[in-house]
């Protein structure tokens, strides 16, 4: 529904909010308005995007287009979701691979060691080994 007609007649110039979405005209002829006259944001008449992140659930919003990282968590992979085995803590190994990587670890191979012969990620080795041996110092 346009409602621009709704601001016919006036003088000063429109303006829409970039974050409520309200509209307004100016009272001035000749100045820009310093905030939204409804919810006081100072961004309008600009794409505003609402983001929110999938790894520390931190919500914000820009207008400066997609952000390189999370502002409270700092993570760049802030829009893409986490697999469900990384976000319980686990591995997204089986029970035979995560026996594998003990019983290579005890006989005293580092995580690297472990990833390049088995050709398993070293994050998933490590976390493997992390739910093992909890309170260890993980060889690496």
Request: positive net charge.
């Amino acid at each position: 529904m346009d409602r621009s007609s709704d601001f016919t007649g006036t003088s000063g110039a429109l303006y829409t909010c970039s974050l409520c979405g309200h509209r307004w005209v100016s009272r001035k002829d000749d100045g820009i308005p310093k905030s939204c006259p409804k919810c006081r944001s100072t961004v309008w008449m600009k794409e505003y995007l609402r983001c929110v992140c999938l790894r520390c659930g931190h919500k914000w919003g820009t207008a400066r287009g997609r952000p390189k990282r999370c502002p409270r968590c700092h993570s760049v992979r802030w829009d893409i979701p986490d697999t469900e085995a990384h976000a319980s803590g686990g591995t997204s190994l089986s029970r035979k691979e995560k026996d594998d990587v003990a019983g290579l670890y005890e006989s005293g191979m580092g995580c690297t060691e472990i990833s390049i012969e088995t050709g398993i990620p070293f994050s998933d080795v490590y976390a493997a080994l992390r739910a093992k041996f909890p309170g260890a110092i993980i060889r690496i």
